[in-house]
């Protein structure tokens, strides 16, 4: 009887060790599958890069343990609810959405699949999780919206141009986050004296006629918001303030790359790769549930010296030894 007993204990023992084995060759032999969708925010190159070197990182690797359904609504968000609705049908492990409009349509179509947010704007004010520290349902990931944000842009601004009084705010109302902002900036502007003109577009179509209401206007400088609509005709809005020889302060660092003058954003390739992390603890049992949604922690001051120079502006020494990089 002492023998049977050993020899059940033993085998026993080599159950619970087996287990755990198995488990974890199990999981490092399945190909997991994430769906990608996205309005173009920007260049969307290097972000995607950033997002697949932050997954090899981490031991992903595209091809052997990972494939990466990518799906892009282009300029047309209104194609977006069919794009994550194929993406639910691949049954694909994760989605992660960037921008507010992304994320909503991966929400309308699954409150089963974990979606992991890379660019959103008020994630809470929107509806797309409940809170920050307790997202709730199926979504959690990275938010834009910090407070100090929109009223830095303005700060910058005015440091740069002290006798700028009337900045025109080139921004999207249908862009639901972008109301935050603009009230963030109106409050900014408070303390710093600064008249605002409104000049919204909601579509190509009204580009040109939000250029005539600015030089109307009169304005002294330019603010742009970033979202989907002013991302994609980026270089039109670039070439209109350097027509009107307006100084310009964007919301993304592409704009500058362009030849825009400054801009003042979060980091997109550090969110980027933050948000590979998520997909990794999800893919590896989290719940999107218990995963905090987190803010920017990198900010970027970009400035266009050579823009500047063709402009014939000045920008002071003390913000230029500030900037995180200066384009010559």
């Known amino acids: 009887m002492m023998i049977i007993r050993a020899a059940l204990a033993v085998a026993l023992a080599l159950g619970v060790l087996a287990d755990p084995l198995a488990a974890e060759a199990q999981q490092a032999g399945k190909m ?9 925010p920007a260049s969307t190159t290097p972000i995607r890069d950033a997002f ?9 690797v595209e091809g052997r343990n990972l494939v990466i359904e990518f799906r892009d609504a282009g300029a047309k968000p209104e194609r977006l609810a069919a794009l994550a609705s194929e993406l639910v049908r691949l049954k694909v492990d994760v989605i992660v959405a960037t921008g507010t409009q992304a994320i909503s349509a991966a929400k309308q179509a699954t409150s089963v699949i974990p979606i992991v947010m890379t660019v959103s704007g008020d994630a809470v004010g929107t509806g797309l999780v409940a809170s920050l520290a307790r ?10 919206i910090t407070p100090e944000s929109a009223g830095k842009r303005l700060e910058l601004l005015k440091e740069a141009f002290p006798r700028t009084s009337r900045v025109a705010v080139l921004w999207n109302p249908t862009d639901p986050p972008r109301l935050l902002e603009y009230k963030q900036t109106q409050d900014a502007a408070k303390l710093l004296g600064l008249m605002l003109q409104s000049v919204e577009v909601r579509s190509s ?9 600015i030089t109307r206007g009169a304005a002294d400088a330019l603010v742009t918001f970033s979202d989907p609509l002013t991302a994609v005709f980026r270089k039109r809005i670039v070439e209109f303030a350097a027509t009107s020889r307006l100084p310009a302060m964007y919301g993304r660092r ?3 790359e362009d030849g825009g003058l400054m801009s003042y954003a979060p980091n997109f390739a550090d969110l980027f790769r933050r948000a590979a992390t998520y997909v990794d603890k999800i893919l590896k049992g989290a719940k999107p549930a218990d995963l905090p949604v987190e803010q920017p922690t990198k900010f970027e001051l970009v400035i266009n010296l050579k823009t500047a120079k063709v402009l014939g ?12 990089e200066v384009i010559q």
């Open 205 to 213: 179509e009204e580009l040109e006629g939000a250029f005539s209401a």
């Open 52 to 60: 697949r070197q932050g997954l090899r990182d981490l031991g992903y």
């Open 135 to 144: 997202p709730s349902g199926n979504v959690t990931g990275l938010t834009l």
């Open 254 to 256: 592409e704009e500058v």
């Open 32 to 40: 997991w599958r994430i769906g990608y969708l996205q309005t173009p």
């Open 313 to 324: 502006l000045t920008i002071p020494p003390s913000l230029l030894v500030r900037a995180d």
